[in-house]
């Protein structure tokens, strides 16, 4: 019965997938019915509050804690969960690999997955009489919206709203001044012999400019396979002359380092680069920007806004 879906470069599209705004709409009885439209366009429909949630990947789980609820079943990981309490929750794989043996043993009432991921995966989900509600992050609008789609579902709207204030007063914070110089940055999605510079259209590359710096990979053609990222090159990394290198790993990040540092040292310009000269070459923490850090998302704005400050 057990069944997986897996995609290579799992890791790279847990920050990737399709942007569609979350719908707004809620109706709520005296019988409790829920009614959502998730970010696939799909109307969802609970003939009561889910209780008994299960969350494909960490995103969804910090939002579902940060929301004063909890899980039943959460996304399988070698890593520590950062949601302490949901250590005791049964883990159910992950987006890219969806464990049913264990879906149904728990019987969910709703499972929040990813969209575009899991679509190919509602009829197996749904045969086993659980609810999915899919959602992506692309921007920290997305998590917004994750935030406030998540609260709808569980019916904790006034939580949402407040998670979402708190939000908006980080980035109001970072608003720099007009005028205002910006670091120049490449940011780096790195695992052992593959290296791609992450686009605006990503979800780190949205954090890295809400944070105060400027992405000088913006115009690289972005992958058919992952559009929002980019190849390197190395010839305009050199031309636009980053004063900050960020490398963003789902594991092994020291060894990550120094593959990328080993490859582009093979341009004898590499050498030359005001990143290279300073040692302003950083390994971001994984549970950060490896993948959708949900609220903490507010730790991501201080770390690279940080990162920017020493550069000025």
């Given at each position: 019965m057990k069944k997986a879906f897996l995609w290579p470069m799992a890791a790279l599209l847990l920050l990737a997938g399709c942007s569609q705004p979350a719908g707004?709409?809620?109706?709520?009885?005296?019988?409790?019915?829920?009614?959502?439209?998730?970010?696939?366009?799909?109307?969802?429909?609970?003939?009561?509050v889910p209780q008994r949630i299960a969350a494909l990947s960490n995103g969804e789980l910090d939002i579902v804690y940060a929301l004063g609820s909890e899980v039943v079943g959460r996304p399988t990981s070698t890593s520590p969960v950062w949601v302490k309490e949901a250590e005791k929750a049964l883990q159910v794989g992950s987006a890219h690999g969806i464990d049913l043996e264990k879906i149904a043993l728990l019987s969910p009432d709703v499972i929040f997955g990813n969209q575009p991921l899991n679509s190919k995966d509602i009829p197996s989900l749904e045969a086993l009489g659980s609810k999915v509600v899919l959602s992506s992050a692309n921007s920290i609008e997305d998590i917004k919206k994750q935030i406030q789609l998540v609260g709808q579902v569980i019916q904790k709207q006034a939580k949402a709203a407040e998670l979402v204030s708190l939000l908006n007063e980080k980035l109001r914070s970072y608003t720099p001044d007009s005028g205002t110089s910006k670091p120049r940055v490449l940011l780096v999605y790195g695992a052992p012999g593959t290296y791609?510079?992450?686009?605006?259209?990503?979800?780190?590359?949205?954090?890295?400019?809400?944070?105060?710096?400027?992405?000088?990979?913006?115009?690289?053609?972005?992958?058919?396979?992952?559009?929002?990222?980019?190849?390197?090159?190395?010839e305009k990394i050199v031309k636009s002359n980053p004063q900050l290198i960020l490398l963003m790993s789902h594991t092994s990040p020291d060894q990550v380092k120094e593959g990328f540092m080993k490859e582009m040292s093979q341009n004898s310009a590499w050498s030359s680069l005001d990143a290279v000269k300073q040692n302003r070459v950083e390994v971001l923490p994984a549970d950060l920007f490896g993948s959708n850090p949900g609220t903490r998302v507010t730790e991501s704005l201080d770390i690279l806004h940080k990162l920017l400050l020493a550069v000025k």
């Open positions: 707004e709409s809620i109706a709520t009885t005296a019988s409790q019915t829920v009614s959502v439209q998730d970010f696939a366009g799909r109307n969802i429909s609970f003939s009561k791609m510079a992450a686009l605006n259209n990503s979800l780190s590359g949205d954090i890295l400019t809400k944070a105060g710096g400027e992405n000088i990979a913006a115009d690289y053609p972005k992958l058919e396979s992952y559009p929002q990222y980019a190849q390197l090159n190395t």
